[in-house]
């Protein structure tokens, strides 16, 4: 952008709505450098390099405090409720474009029961992840299990940085959404409140030869996903998920962008309050029908007649 400013009355010049300048790029690349430069009657020269994290929340701190003491995620360490089979990734930034030679180390802390309702405790290291960029870590409840115990939460570290899951242990079906979270991170949602399906046709009609015919029908498939009872520490994530411009249908043939048309999470401040939200959407794609095929029955062991 180049611009020509007049001060004000008290010699000021104000820029307005700079994000929405940036956000085009931060979009692509949620981390990014930007460069201004000031030149006043050609008599003053001054320019800056400044780099930019995408945030679209309201943060009551300093950019470097929330980096060095937040994971890129609107829960800010609030429990998240997760089960086996479902996929959780963090995401965390030092802020910086280049490596500073130095390293994360990731652990997490994770909380197990026996059948004789006795705790374990138990420490597992992550790795590291290099200070620089966005970086993603694999924090599935998969990857911590302990023979002859449940696991009951686990907590992960990274420096400040502190986020802890809580283990579902009935495993309940869900649907499970990625999406492009505030912070241009893609984080999962899964709904255990169901699937309603909604089939909205549209057809266009007309005289050819004498006789009344369709010649287009526009079909939209409306699902409308239910969360199901949630608790308070992810009234932020759901709304995040609400506001997501691009989300994926995780499916087990890969994932399918969709489009949320829907959305309600009200609620109030009830003390004794159980919200349950619910968002909607349509396929992204025009094919609206979406085929699911016969699996084959045995594995590639077995004899082709047996399929």
Known sequence: MQESYTPDSQNIIRILDLFSLLESYLINEPLTNFTYEMIADSLWDNSTNFTVLLCRPIVPCSAEDFVANYFLT????????????RTETLY????????????????????????????????????????YGIRSIDV????????????????????ARKQTFRVDQDE?????????NSFGAVETFYFVGGDTVEPE???SAAYFAGQYKTYHVD???KHTLNTGYIPESMFALADDVARATEVWLMDESGDIPITITESNTSRSDED???FAFTVSYIFASRCQQRLRL????FDDSFDDTYN
């Open 172 to 180: 309940p079906e869900s649907i499970g959404l990625k999406f492009r």
């Open 92 to 131: 965390l930034t030092t802020g910086k474009l280049s490596s500073g030679g130095t390293t994360i180390p990731v652990t997490a802390e994770c909380i197990f029961v026996n059948d004789q309702n006795q705790l374990l405790k138990s420490t597992r290291s992550l790795g590291n992840v290099a200070d």
């Open 140 to 159: 599935s409840p998969s990857r911590f299990t302990q023979s002859g115990y449940k696991l009951l939460r686990y907590t992960i570290l990274a420096g």
């Open 219 to 221: 079909e939209q498939r």
């Open 294 to 297: 016969l699996p084959d029955i």
């Open 272 to 274: 004794d309050g159980l």
């Open 201 to 203: 046709l549209s057809r």
């Open 74 to 85: 609107t829960l800010t360490g609030r429990d998240k409720i997760t089960s086996f089979g």
